[in-house]
């Protein structure tokens, strides 16, 4: 799959919540810069709301996911924010306004689920800090899955 870079001034651009919300996001949003990966599947983007249950099940997808389709590319493109912004605006519109309706009512809901900047208040880079931290243990005591439900059940001590 082919994914096109956003330029890289796309935080600036004023109309691209309005050509998302309207789902008219043109060529004119992207640049020439693209990023092949073998596939690129949907997997939970935002987990701040909802019942625990929830959460849980939604990072430990996000985890699988992420570590069998994202972290074995290049670790300057899956680290890369221009990266993730792009993915998600310019290939996973359907599955946000899906699951993340809230975001075609507000721009400030947009910016804070899409266009998070990419530290340690995203939860895409939470999870693919984790999902590097599983994938190069080279001595694993415990199947992956039990390591990324420890590491969901210590959030706390994960973000610090």
Request: proline fraction near 3%.
């Amino acid at each position: 799959m082919k994914i096109k870079l956003l330029h890289e001034s796309y935080k600036k651009d004023e109309k691209l919540y309005e050509a998302f919300v309207a789902g008219e996001l043109d060529e004119s949003f992207f640049s020439d810069e693209v990023v092949t990966l073998p596939a690129a599947p949907d997997f939970p983007i935002y987990m701040a709301k909802g019942l625990e249950s929830k959460k849980r099940e939604d990072f430990l997808q996000a985890f699988h996911i992420l570590g069998a389709h994202y972290v074995n590319i290049d670790r300057d493109i899956h680290l890369n924010e221009r990266f993730w912004h792009s993915l998600l605006v310019g290939y996973k519109r359907a599955y946000i306004i899906e699951h993340y309706p809230q975001v075609l009512q507000s721009e400030r809901d947009f910016e804070n689920i899409v266009l998070k900047k990419f530290d340690w208040e995203n939860y895409i880079y939470k999870c693919v800090l984790a999902v590097e931290y599983v994938e190069d243990a080279t001595t694993l005591y415990l199947p992956k899955s039990r390591y990324y439900e420890l590491i969901f059940e210590n959030l706390d001590i994960f973000n610090h």
